[in-house]
């Protein structure tokens, strides 16, 4: 299979199963499309990716051809899925596609599982996801492009979280933080 086709099996993969996963979490009461996390500004990445693609397909197209590129990035591809998926599924109800900043009695402290490993494994894996996808399709601008955006949304998301999760578990999550990576490098 061809790199393109990889890509949009990758989105569309992504994309249902974060859906299925927050209805069957959650209960299809409680989701809505903002559970498919599609934005303006992620449509507009995608459609430069893919003007990137073709752009560089049609004027250098031995870019395109590192296959071990490809499949690096593939792989980098399923080990994010796969870290995201098992972080949604670990957290089970106290995973959400939207901060909380109320505490909820069902919202627990999840530090077991791939939360052993970083704190924000959900963060982690996508960054290695989206970064995969455009190294797969030999995407030097967008690769650099993803990985300073995802990257910078994420150092700003982190520490907003994590103010109400330290609100929320007080010295728990206070001794988590120190002992356990957030999982986004160069963010504490």
Request: glycine letters at 6%; hydrophobic letters at 50%.
């Amino acid at each position: 299979m061809d790199p393109l086709s990889q890509f949009l099996l990758a989105i569309l993969f992504f994309h249902s199963s974060e859906y299925i996963l927050a209805a069957a979490i959650h209960g299809m009461s409680n989701v809505n499309v903002k559970s498919l996390l599609v934005s303006k500004e992620y449509v507009l990445a995608m459609v430069f990716a893919l003007l990137e693609y073709f752009f560089e397909l049609l004027l250098f197209p031995g870019l395109k051809e590192h296959f071990w590129v490809s499949n690096l990035g593939l792989a980098m591809l399923v080990v994010g899925e796969i870290v995201r998926k098992l972080a949604i599924v670990t957290a089970g109800r106290s995973f959400t596609h939207l901060i909380r900043v109320y505490h909820e009695d069902h919202h627990k402290l999840v530090t077991s599982g791939v939360y052993a490993f970083v704190r924000h494994p959900s963060y982690c894996g996508f960054l290695i996801w989206s970064v995969g996808t455009q190294i797969m399709l030999c995407n030097p601008i967008a690769t650099v492009g993803f990985a300073v955006v995802v990257w910078r949304f994420f150092a700003a998301r982190i520490p907003y979280e994590e103010y109400f999760l330290r609100q929320f578990f007080g010295a728990d999550y206070e001794e988590y933080a120190r002992r356990v990576p957030s999982g986004v490098p160069f963010v504490m």
